[in-house]
């Protein structure tokens, strides 16, 4: 479990990441779409999008010509019962978690 806890929360530890995963809430979408309001290439959001699918966080698929991502809801299970453990934990701010580790860990 703790590789999938690491791959898990390295690919959370990014901000442009933890936003595609914010977008893909709402529904699936194109990669193309996926990338419009992010100042960054298609080759960039492309290697975001590469690091979520390796952790489970979402799914990509090919329909025609065209590169959906969605979400994978239940691979956050495993992250959020390892949080839990720390306390009686309502809901978990990941930013503030993510600044909780830079200041302990010194990162």
Do not use: Y
């Amino acid at each position: 479990m703790s590789t999938t806890l690491d791959t898990t929360f390295a690919a959370l530890s990014d901000p442009t990441r933890r936003a595609i995963l914010a977008m893909l809430l709402e529904d699936d979408m194109a990669v193309t779409d996926v990338a419009e309001p992010f100042a960054m290439s298609l080759a960039a959001i492309s290697k975001h999008l590469t690091i979520l699918t390796r952790a489970g966080l979402i799914s990509q698929e090919k329909r025609g010509r065209v590169k959906w991502c969605k979400l994978e809801p239940d691979a956050l299970r495993d992250a959020t019962i390892w949080m839990q453990g720390f306390g009686q934990f309502e809901a978990v701010n990941l930013d503030a978690f993510e600044r909780f580790l830079e200041e302990e860990l010194g990162g």
